[in-house]
């Protein structure tokens, strides 16, 4: 059994990151997300991660 999230998961957990995005705009908070969508990248095909995805390049794109 592996201690690390499932990818379904990490992409909830991070949805809900998401909505801070627009009142906070730190560096640090960006590269973390950044990495949370390095690492979701290679289980894009899951509707959970793929929304993550798509939410999270559209917020990328506007900052």
């Known amino acids: 059994m ?7 998961a990490a992409a909830e957990a991070a ?3 998401l909505a801070y995005v627009p ?3 730190s560096d640090r908070l960006l ?3 950044h990495n ?4 979701l990248q290679r289980h ?3 509707p959970a991660v793929a929304e993550w995805l798509e939410e999270y390049r559209a ?3 506007t900052g």
Do not use: T, W
């Open 2 to 8: 592996s201690n690390r999230p499932e990818p379904e």
């Open 15 to 17: 949805q809900r990151v």
């Open 23 to 25: 009142q906070v705009r």
């Open 31 to 33: 590269q973390q997300l």
């Open 36 to 39: 949370v969508e390095s690492a």
């Open 44 to 46: 894009s095909k899951l």
């Open 59 to 61: 917020i990328a794109r």
